[in-house]
């Protein structure tokens, strides 16, 4: 079993869905997790259910897309803990509708979290990564940042940027001993998909090659492998888990 003792693990989107069970996963493998929402009650809420399942974490609500907050918080953390071993960037939110019903302000939101809440997360925790001489950044991605989707353009081409950023910080990172790389999830059972219209999802699904929608535990699980030694040689990767779907 993977065992994360002494490690200081962020996850942003903690709160619920495919965060909240990466979060339960690093917990159960002996991680300090420390989980990132969007709000002080969420961010609440969650901490009292994993604390009712034995595990402690400590939460925090900065505003992702501001570089100031973001940073202080890091810094904050780390003045606490002393360390910050695994970034994991999951916080995210998606987008369905056609480019003439949407305006320039929701693409600006999709933006905001999916791609500059990465630059600023990153941005902040590289010095200390450097200076402990070891680091690991993940990045939620997309399958449809290799596929594309009929509509909701500004999602996948948020994903995109998130490649684009994991391949690029791989390359100037690597010298410092810190790995960077990215999962590109297919379709997974959370609160997002239930939001997506079911014409959208139910035809999807039904192609699926295993047969079936992933599980948070799934995408939890590959989290753990590339955030662990056993992937010291890899960086810079994309990972579908997907059950080999396309869209
Ligand atoms: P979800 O909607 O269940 O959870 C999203 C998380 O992001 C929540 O914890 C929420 O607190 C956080 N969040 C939302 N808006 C925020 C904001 N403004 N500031 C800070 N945090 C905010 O979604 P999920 O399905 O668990 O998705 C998690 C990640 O996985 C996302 O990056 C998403 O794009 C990606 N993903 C999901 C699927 C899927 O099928 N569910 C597929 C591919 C990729």
Redo the contacts with the bound molecule.
Sequence with gaps: MLDFANKVVIV?????????EIVRAFCERKAQVIL???KLD?VKEAVLKLSAEGKMVCGYYPN?SNFEEVANTIKDIYNKYGRIDILIN?????ASKKIEDTDITEFEKIMD??VKAIFNTSKAVVPYMKQQHTGVILN????VSIYGQPSGASYPAS?CAVNGLTKSLARELAPFNIRVNAIA????N????SSLPKEMIEPLVKKIPLGRIGE?RDVANAFLFLASDMASYITGAILQVDGAATN
């Design positions: 942003t989107g903690g709160t619920r869905g495919i965060g909240l990132f929402g969007s969420t992702l999951n916080a995210g939110i998606s979290l999916n939620t991605s997309s399958m994903k999830p297919g379709i997974i959370t609160d997002m998909v948070p």
